[in-house]
């Protein structure tokens, strides 16, 4: 989990700075959806959700590590403010502290004017103005200042966590992890977006559960792929998990992040992630790079694909996003930008085939090829990272032994004759091969006297030239 950070943006250059809104089709596809119902988990450092672009967002919440506030409110761990620029990036609703401000300057302007109207009216001893209409002062709310997400109608769940040293309430993150997606499963997400990871592609088994019961659940994980500047030279867990959509990282030229992207086998899409802008805990902003930022741009539109297409099932959803993303790199799936660069437009538009298996892979079969201890379970279970299947394959029974034939006919006598003539025939070459050793072994001994020109022809063909029989005399005749 890395970004780059410089806290200096203001609320105005925060709207300016969203150039993937318009690049990715973001705002474009907002005339189809903006993710209205659906909920999306956003497991991570903690969410401010007092930020002013995040007002009405975050409706429900979790801590997992017992170090945080028991709603997921309190910003967590060595990046605090890294939950928060996440879920300002994937459903920010803005805010209107401009239009506020601007009314209550009015509001002054006005009054100062009416005081001096009565004031001018005293003295001059006519009857006073009559007041005017007060200027209304808008409640905070949504509006177009600040950071609008990818997804601003859509509900954030937010699951805080201890990452990047050592957590004091002791949970690891191992044990984190799970707990948070089957939560926020079990409190109705329909995406979970997860912007965090490691520098290693394998994952505890402890994980197997928890990911196949979202599975289960027709729930779309999307992921970061991770970071070269954090270390990262190779997508690392839970990006590397059959069934996630994996995010990767381009800059905004529309070429794979320097600095901001891995690359591997397991990466689904590519999305803007240098530079980007987000919110801060406290109500400000930064500027800051990375795959944590990719990840809420795709799953923002897996929510919008949900809130049009309710009824559409995990695996088109992931699918309709692969589709339709814009080709980049190799033909086919690329290491670098997996299937294309995002296209949320496209993605909510296009035409694209049913699929029912997710082409991402799936976490169950995974399970069932790698976890598969050596004895089938013999009951069902309630736990859902335990397969339960049994083979309908028949084994196969042994052959029956067979007794012993009691004549072999004439069989001994034909090994007799056959092994005889063998050791006929291997004598016979072993005569041979000595008659023809010593004809080489005279031919060559008379080199040592006789030049080569002296040297007779063995036989009389004339098929074989003599330096074929001859070695190498070292003679300077």
């Not at 709603?71 to 890294?82: A, F, I, Q, Y």
């Not at 699929?355 to 598969?372: D, G, L, S």
């Amino acid at each position: 989990m890395v970004l780059t950070m410089a806290p200096a943006a203001q609320a105005d250059a925060a709207r300016d700075g969203q150039w993937w809104l318009e690049s990715s089709g973001i705002d474009k596809a907002w005339t189809v959806s903006k993710g209205k119902g659906v909920k999306v988990a956003v497991i991570d450092t903690g969410i401010d959700t007092s930020h002013p672009d995040l007002r009405g967002v975050v409706t429900n919440g979790k801590d997992v590590s017992g170090a945080g506030a028991a709603d997921g409110s309190k910003p967590l761990g060595t990046l605090p403010e890294h939950g928060t620029l996440v879920a300002t990036l994937l459903a920010g609703r803005g805010n209107n502290k401009a239009k506020i401000a601007e009314a209550k300057a009015d509001a002054a302007a006005q009054k100062i004017a009416y005081e001096k109207a009565v004031e001018t009216a005293v003295k001059e001893e006519k009857d006073p103005p009559k007041e005017p209409e007060p200027i209304k002062i808008p409640k905070p709310g949504p509006g177009a200042d600040g950071m609008r997400g990818v997804a601003p109608e859509a509900e954030i769940l937010s699951v805080s966590l201890w990452m990047g040293t050592e957590n004091p309430a002791g949970i690891p993150v191992e044990d984190q992890v799970p707990t948070a997606v089957k939560w926020a499963v079990d409190n109705g997400a329909k995406v979970i977006n997860i912007s965090l990871g490691s520098t290693q592609p394998d994952w505890p088994t402890s994980w197997d559960t928890a990911f196949k019961y979202a599975e289960d659940k027709d729930v779309v994980i999307v992921a970061a792929a991770g970071n070269r500047a954090g270390g990262m030279q190779q997508v690392g867990a839970p990006a590397t998990i059959p069934g996630v959509l994996t995010v990767a990282g381009i800059d905004s030229s529309g070429k794979a992040s320097v600095d901001s992207s891995t690359e591997g086998i397991s990466i689904g899409v590519a999305a803007p992630a240098d530079p980007l802008v987000g919110g801060l805990p406290g109500g400000g902003y930064a500027d800051w790079s990375g795959t944590s930022g990719a990840a809420p741009l795709v799953a923002g539109v897996a929510a919008m694909i949900r809130s049009k297409y309710p009824q559409m099932k995990a695996p088109e959803v992931i699918n309709r996003i692969l589709a339709t993303a814009r080709p980049a790199g190799q033909p086919g799936v690329d290491n670098l930008y997996g299937h294309g660069i995002l296209d949320a437009y496209a993605a909510l538009t296009a035409k694209v085939p049913q699929v029912e298996a997710n082409p991402m892979n799936t976490i169950t079969e995974w399970i069932r090829v790698h976890r598969r201890g050596p004895e089938s379970l013999s009951s069902p279970t309630t736990d859902p990272g335990i397969s339960t299947e049994r083979s309908d394959i028949k084994s196969i029974a042994a052959p029956a032994p067979q007794a012993p034939q009691q004549s072999l006919g004439a069989l001994p006598p034909l090994l007799v004759l056959g092994f005889g003539g063998l050791l006929f025939v291997t004598a016979l070459g072993g005569i041979l091969h000595y008659v023809r050793t010593r004809r080489r072994a005279t031919i060559s001994a008379s080199t040592a006297s006789d030049s080569v020109a002296a040297l007779r022809l063995v036989g009389s063909s004339g098929a074989k030239d003599i330096f074929d029989e001859l070695p190498e005399s070292g003679s300077d005749s």
